[in-house]
């Protein structure tokens, strides 16, 4: 009877440590899966203040500075976006959304490399009282934002 309990006890020792093994390693899979499709916001401030390296795909929103808007002969546009307390200058190649203009909000995905963010997307406000959350957020830490519907 004895040797009964020992051996039940083992199975159920095998049994968790088994479970473990299989949540760490679909953990692991699911992180390997998603470490190309994380891209982290950061205000213009931010990519002022602490550069991202050129490898790194991140997504930076503000307000698209007036004045700033050169369309190229091609598709390529080249603009500022600005949280009022810090501007950086991006290069975009393709269409822009109807909606995309100076004073507007704007949130882009690409890199910043030597100085420049080179976006390979570009997103805008899609009715006039839309700004994505972010670019809220970050608009209301340099005080620039106020809310239109408080």
Same mark, same amino acid.
């Given at each position: ?18 479970a ?26 931010? /990519? ?5 390296? &050129? ?6 929103? #503000?307000? @698209?500075?007036? %004045?700033?808007? *050169?369309?190229g ?16 200058? /991006? ?5 822009? &959304?109807?909606?995309?203009g100076?004073?507007q #909000?704007? @949130?882009?995905? %690409?890199?910043? *490399? ?37």
């Open positions: 009877m004895a040797g009964m309990k020992g051996l039940k006890k083992k199975r159920r020792v095998q049994v968790i440590v088994l473990f093994v299989a949540l760490a390693a679909s953990t692991a899979l699911i992180g390997y899966a998603l470490r190309d499709g994380i891209n982290y916001f950061r205000s213009p401030s931010q /990519v002022m203040e602490a550069p991202p390296a &050129p490898s790194e795909t991140f997504r930076i929103g #503000g307000l @698209v500075e007036e %004045g700033s808007l *050169v369309r002969e091609s598709e390529t546009v080249r603009f500022s976006v600005t949280d009022g307390a810090a501007s950086v200058p /991006v290069v975009y190649t393709g269409v822009l &959304p109807d909606l995309f100076e004073g #909000g704007m @949130v882009g995905t %690409g890199t910043y *490399v030597d100085g420049v963010f080179h976006a390979t997307e570009i997103l805008a406000k899609h009715d006039e009282d839309y700004m994505p959350r972010e670019v809220i957020d970050a608009l209301k830490e340099q005080g620039v934002y106020e809310d239109p519907n408080a």
